[in-house]
């Protein structure tokens, strides 16, 4: 394991001893007080003490933090296709990516209440500067991406990704989650990166990459948010895009985002598992005497297609669709009052006079729309 020192999460006999270090910090001793408010602090402590493995931390701390959290900032959490899974093998999720920390924590729920493999997850090192925050990805199994390399440095960092990725997964039997893409997704448009399936592939060996890829078991992931709580802080970032500037994150950014994207209003959510991709779906997408770069494009837009086939659709998305485009289209999925509701949070959240914000601001709601109604159903 000495190549993947600088990404790994903790071993099991290193959890108690970083928990008892930080578990009187002030941030983590909030996040422990949220989670167990009917709890004393001694109380707490002891489930603490209790912790000996990252599994123990995982099940006995971070599911019910994720629980009280979908308590009290959303009106309540679905989800579907699990169920197709098998309790004692990996897979390796690739799935849509709005928000930080909650993609991977509401999967990593929705696996823990199903009885199935909970995923080592890919963090970028960048979202973990503060040092309770490493602690915290690295007691619930995230693995780091590291950024902001040089070109030699990124492919060497890639390529010890990709084999720490297969290690956990063929060796270990571990599940393992991906972002579709580098950051989140700004405007809704979800959109797998082809750079990704890249680094994944790097790891192949002797395989070809549909047999590497049908072996590690790739399974789709759509995740949908009925209102996105950062959506307001994402539209800087979408404005400058759209203007052409460059856009350069404050000093906090991220965090906020952290904060904001748990403790925000999400409304409903609803997390949809697409089915294993198996060889017989590859053999029908890729073809074996094309180029790499084709292979990996021709798999990029299948792993789209299954996200925005399966990806939930909410009032939300299909008002702002019909107030993007001045008609009523979609009208029969939504109240007058739901309309009315979403407006109202137009007008609070963005600057009505500024077009290209309320055009940018419609967007982000409206692209799982446009992206589903785009859909070949042929080639489903």
């Known amino acids: 394991m000495t190549n993947f020192e600088e990404i790994r999460f903790f071993h099991d006999h290193e959890v108690q001893p970083a928990l008892h270090k930080y578990v009187n910090h002030p941030m983590i001793k909030a996040l422990l007080q949220f989670t167990f408010p009917e709890k004393s602090f001694e109380e707490i402590e002891q489930v603490v003490a209790s912790c000996n493995s990252i599994h123990d931390f995982q099940t006995k701390v971070i599911a019910f933090s994720v629980k009280k959290v979908v308590e009290k900032s959303s009106e309540g959490l679905t989800y579907n296709g699990f169920e197709r899974l098998k309790s004692d093998e990996s897979y390796l999720f690739i799935s849509n990516h709005r928000d930080i920390i909650m993609d ?173 991709l198996n060889e017989d779906w590859f053999n029908n997408v890729v073809k074996e005497e094309s180029s790499v770069n084709e292979q990996l494009k021709s798999i990029a837009s299948g792993v789209d297609q299954k996200i925005h086939k399966n990806y939930k659709l909410w009032p939300s998305n299909y008002i702002a669709c019909d107030l993007l485009n001045n008609k009523e289209d979609h009208k029969s999925y939504y109240t007058e009052k739901e309309k009315r509701q979403f407006e109202r949070r137009l007008t609070r959240r963005i600057d009505l006079k500024n077009s290209l914000e309320v055009n940018s601001y419609l967007l982000m709601y409206a692209n799982p729309v446009i992206n589903k109604e785009s859909l070949d159903e042929s080639q489903l």
């Open 104 to 276: 991977t924590g509401l999967i990593n729920y929705a696996l823990f209440e199903k009885g199935l493999v909970m995923t080592a997850s890919a963090i970028g090192d960048n979202l973990v500067k503060k040092p309770f925050l490493l602690l915290l990805s690295r007691l619930n199994r995230n693995f780091l991406v590291q950024r902001g390399l040089g070109p030699r440095g990124m492919l060497e960092s890639s390529q010890n990704l990709s084999e720490y990725i297969r290690h956990l997964s063929l060796e270990e039997n571990r599940s393992v989650w991906l972002a579709q893409r580098e950051g989140r997704t700004k405007d809704g448009n979800d959109i797998t990166q082809q750079g990704v399936l890249k680094m994944l592939a790097m790891a192949k060996g002797d395989l070809s990459i549909s047999e590497y890829f049908s072996k590690i078991k790739i399974v789709p992931i759509a995740i949908s948010y009925e209102f996105d709580p950062t959506d307001v802080l994402k539209i800087p970032e979408i404005m400058a895009k759209r203007m052409d500037e460059e856009y350069t994150k404050t000093a906090h950014e991220d965090f906020n985002s952290i904060l904001k994207g748990a403790l925000g209003k999400k409304g409903r959510i609803h997390i949809e598992a697409g089915k294993v």
